[in-house]
């Protein structure tokens, strides 16, 4: 029986078979988005008035299914700029999250100034080419689907493009898979085998990440307290979408955290 990793990993190697066939690394590359200077996540991160907070686009998940269906990406992730999130993710894989590439073009196009993470499972080369022609600036990375030599090699691509790369790691064991040529590290609390969520999984492996990768933590930061403890802890990015996505007005609820942040 497979998990919900490899699952997702079987869909994406078919997906990618497919792409391959309809379209060219040439005809992405003639895409109007593809020759703009991308913009750099990790600056802004570390800027001094930074909120720190990556704000997510996410309708659907695979452990809490439908999570808010009708919300309209250019709407959402332009008020999430204006509430003073640092940067923005984007969803892509339509499957198994609702997501999609429209939905990263709409959100670009909204969001001139703001760095944008495309978020996907990214295991070839032609996804990278089309992040950058959909408006990305930052690529996902996930080291529990790929090996090491993988990450490198897409690591280096990537950068070729002007494209940034955060890496994901959930445990120990995926350590040693950090390239150098990565420029965030990402530690997803939410076990993508078992979707448990963990925030001292954050916490454990902070020390352990080499200090020229800035740190990101990501899922189940839903309150101020939280993003605090992780701050103190070294990270300087914190990746949210849940949180926000769930309510009513994941706007204003983006927006009411942020302000908590600087009380």
Excluded at 75 to 96: F, K, M, P
Excluded at 143 to 166: I, N, S
């Amino acid at each position: 029986m497979k998990n919900i990793l490899e699952q997702i990993v079987e869909t994406k190697k078919a997906e990618v078979l497919e792409l391959k066939k309809r379209v060219s690394e040439v005809s992405l590359r003639q895409q109007p988005f593809f020759s703009r200077t991308t913009l750099s996540l990790k600056q802004r991160l570390q800027a001094e008035d930074s909120s720190g907070i990556i704000a997510e686009f996410k309708q659907k998940s695979p452990s809490k299914g439908e999570i808010n269906p009708a919300a309209k990406v250019g709407e959402i992730t332009r008020g999430y700029t204006e509430a003073g999130a640092a940067g923005l993710s984007v969803l892509t894989d339509t499957q198994y999250f609702g997501g999609s590439l429209d939905n990263l073009l709409k959100a670009r196009g909204v969001n001139p100034a703001t760095p944008i993470l495309r978020k996907d499972f990214i295991i070839d080369e032609i996804q990278l080419v089309e992040a950058k022609a959909f408006g990305a600036d930052v690529v996902l990375l996930i080291a529990a689907c790929l090996e090491k030599e993988e990450v490198h090699h897409l690591a280096e691509k990537a950068k070729t493009l002007g494209l940034e790369v955060l890496l994901e790691i959930h445990d120990e064991s995926e350590l040693e898979k950090i390239s150098p040529l990565v420029d965030l590290v990402g530690v997803n609390n939410r076990n993508l085998k078992t979707f448990e969520v963990n925030i001292e999984t954050s916490l454990r492996l902070a020390p352990l990440i080499p200090e020229q990768f800035l740190k990101i933590s990501e899922s189940g930061l839903a309150n101020a307290e939280t993003v605090l403890r992780l701050k103190s802890a070294g990270f300087r990015g914190f990746l949210i979408g849940e949180t926000f996505m769930k309510t009513s007005d994941p706007v204003q609820a983006c927006a009411g955290f942020i302000q908590s942040l600087q009380k």
